[in-house]
Nanobody, 121 residues
């Protein structure tokens, strides 16, 4: 089996920065797409950014130019650098990864436990 462990959330003032990390561990043969979603109270979960194994990236329009997603394949880790944070970025942020688990179970989508990001005005 596999799991994702996130870190790096917290409270920051508007205009500040935070860096989220998410590491995959377990009986992993390979990690394909990785990314970050967020969900604010009363709203649907939305994709923030994702990155392929070859580092092609995709961002939701509201974070373009402010957030940067990256990954280190050897560490099975994905990062989200968030700059110029705004109060509307306040959400629980979840990482995900499509992981090939040993034992013949195939590709499985895993989710992190979520980390709170709060941006004060």
């Amino acid at each position: 089996q596999g799991q994702l462990v996130e870190s790096g959330g917290g409270l920051v003032q508007a205009g500040g920065s935070l860096r989220l990390s998410c590491a995959a561990s377990g009986n992993i043969l390979s990690v394909n797409d990785m990314g970050w979603y967020r969900q604010a109270p009363g709203k649907q979960r939305e994709l923030v950014a994702d990155i392929t194994r070859t580092s092609s990236t995709n961002y939701v329009d509201s974070v373009k130019g402010r957030f940067t997603i990256s990954r280190v394949n050897a560490k099975r880790t994905v990062y989200l650098q968030m700059n110029s944070l705004k109060p509307e970025d306040t959400s629980v942020y979840y990482c995900y990864a499509r992981i090939l688990i040993g034992g013949g179970t195939g590709w499985i989508d895993y989710w992190g436990q979520g980390t709170q990001v709060t941006v004060s005005s």
